[in-house]
Each structure stands twice: as structure tokens, then as C-alpha cells.
């Protein structure tokens, strides 16, 4: 999920491409959905250790690609560049924090918030877009933004205070979005070199909770090492996939597309979890989902424009 900002706009010129691309995407969209029921298995594990082993075991399977890619000359060429360098310390950084969080949500039976919180990223990207970027909005896109600002009021109320898994998952990855965008590297290589840069940090952390005997990569839990391990395919495949439709697909195509992971999480949040799912948060939901429909029409509409 965190790579959307960065697809391109393809033409979508032929029919087949563009159905590949779709399946491709679909097929990311459609693990991100799933992922809560991965984290719920390793739940019993600290967050931080557990993004310490997505960032490890994703670094192989973002190598592997890259190898068979042919792209491996782009991460020679981005390690003799410190801007490059610095940008993707910067991203690589807040991608962890949402990771983090969102790791941590899930273990502690509060999925609904993390469904929510990427229901509203896309509200808060293009409200952060028109801030720092300068970007124009139109009437049915701050309307839009509007609405997703009284939904927040409305869980502020209900909760007697700030949704703040929710606003931080959203925050951090609207703003991973646009960082992301000014890496002179494409999202495959790019996310490559994110998890080289956090695997030193991610090493010394395992190698001092094993010191400290608080590991779970023990050989006497080996249920907790294959799950463990498997937090790197979970994390680098969707990532990758994404990256192969958007090259295939219009903007305008993923923009509604990327709905389907936080509908999954909601659903199994609510009825394979049981998570609480009161009227507050009923209310709040139905404004993000009035938004989310405004959202979508206006941006189906500038986009059939931009076709004739």
C-alpha cells in the first residue's frame, strides 16, 4: 500500500497490459486486505520486533527481483548519491513508524482503526499535496476533505479523544507519498534500498534481544521462526505487485482500486475479529465512505475530461 503515490499515468493503450496490470494490482490490493490475519498470528510478539524481521527478510526478496529485473545498476548508482541517500533514510524511517503502529493496532484489537486511517490517506494525501505541493483542489475535493474532518470529530467525541492510530497511519503515509516522489528511483528499487538501509539498525536490534534472551527466533519456537520469516514475502510481494499494475494502469484506475484493502480490514476487523463496531463509529465511517464516494466521482470525472 505504501508505494501509491508513486505510479505513473499510463496510457492504457492496450487491452491486455491494462488487464494484466489490473490483476496485478488486484492481486496486491487483495494481500494488503489479508495482512491482518497474518500480524494477528504474530501478535503475541512485540511490534518492534516484528518490523525488525519484515525489514530483514524483505531485504532477500526485494534483491531477488531487482536481480531478474536487471535494475541492480540503479541501487550502484543511488549509493554514490547522498541526496539519495538521505531522501531514502527519511522515507525508510517513517514507513517503519507506520509499520510500527499499524503492527501494534492489529495485536491489540484495534483493526477498524487501521482500516480507517487508509480510508482517509487518500483524503489526506491530496490535502497535504495542496499544502506543501501547491496543488489546486476543487470544490468536490475540499468537500470531500470536509467531511473526512467531521468524521474525525465524530470518533474525537465518541472516544473522548483523537483517533490517533487512525490519523497516524494516514499522516505518515500520506506523507511517505510524497517524500517517496522525490527519489530519483522507481518504487521497486526504491523500496530495495529502504529496507537495505533499515536492516543494520533492524540487525543490531534482533542480535540485542537475543543477547537479552527476549527473542522469538529461537529454534525452540519453530512456528514463531517461520512466521517470522514470512513477514518478508508479506511485505516486499504486494509491494512489488503493486508496482507492476500501476506501470499498466491509469491513476485514476488505482485511485479506486485502492479502496479494496481497507474494505477487507474492515470486514474482517468486524466479523472475524469482533471488534466493537459502535454507533459513534458507524456514524463516523458513514461520513468517510460520503467522502470517499465524492472523492471518487470527481476524480472519474477530471479524468474523463482529460481523456476527450
Known amino acids: 500500500m ?14 491486455n497490459d491494462a488487464t494484466r496490470g489490473f490483476f496485478f494490482a488486484l492481486s ?40 531478474f529485473l536487471g535494475r541492480t545498476a540503479d541501487i550502484r548508482q543511488a549509493l554514490r548519491s547522498p541526496r539519495t541517500l538521505l531522501m531514502a533514510a527519511l522515507t ?41 505541493l501547491g496543488e489546486r483542489l476543487n470544490r468536490y475535493q475540499i468537500a470531500a476533505v470536509c467531511l473526512a474532518g467531521v468524521a474525525v470529530l465524530i470518533l474525537t467525541t465518541d472516544a473522548g479523544g483523537l483517533p490517533w492510530v487512525s490519523l497516524s497511519l494516514a499522516f505518515s503515509f500520506a506523507a511517505y507519498g510524497i517524500l517517496r516522489k522525490t527519489l530519483p528511483i522507481g518504487p521497486s528499487q526504491g523500496f530495495f534500498l529502504e529496507v537495505l538501509i533499515l536492516a543494520l539498525p533492524a540487525l543490531g536490534y534482533l542480535i540485542w534481544l537475543g543477547a537479552s534472551g527476549e527473542a522469538h527466533f529461537m529454534l525452540s519456537n519453530p512456528a514463531d521462526i517461520a512466521l517470522l520469516i514470512g513477514c518478508g514475502p508479506v511485505t516486499a510481494i504486494p509491494l512489488i505487485l503493486f508496482a507492476m499494475g500501476a506501470k499498466r ?8 482500486m485502492q479502496y479494496t484493502a481497507p474494505t477487507m480490514i474492515f470486514l474482517i476487523a468486524v466479523f472475524v475479529f469482533k471488534e466493537p463496531f459502535g ?26 475530461r482529460a481523456k476527450k
Not at 39 to 61: N, Q
Not at 98 to 117: F, H, M, P, Q, S
Open 92 to 132: 525508510a524511517a517513517i514507513i517503519s513508524c507506520n509499520w510500527g503502529i499499524y503492527v501494534w493496532a492489529i495485536a491489540v484489537d484495534r483493526a477498524v482503526e487501521t482500516a480507517l486511517g487508509y480510508y482517509i490517506n487518500p483524503l489526506v494525501s491530496i490535502a497535504m499535496a495542496a499544502l506543501f
Open 28 to 67: 496486491a490490493y487483495g494481500l494488503w486486505g489479508f495482512l491482518p490475519l497474518y500480524m494477528k498470528l504474530v501478535s503475541h510478539i512485540p511490534a518492534m520486533e516484528v518490523v525488525a524481521h519484515r525489514v530483514l527478510w524483505s531485504l532477500p526478496v526485494a534483491a531477488v527481483i531487482l536481480y
Open 279 to 304: 454507533g459513534g463509529k458507524a456514524v463516523a465511517f458513514a461520513f468517510i465512505w460520503a467522502a470517499l464516494a465524492l472523492y471518487s466521482w470527481s476524480m472519474l470525472r477530471d479524468a474523463r
Open 249 to 256: 494502469l491509469r491513476y485514476s484506475t488505482i485511485g479506486i
Open 2 to 15: 505504501s508505494e501509491i503515490a508513486e505510479a505513473e499515468k499510463p496510457l492504457e493503450a492496450d487491452p
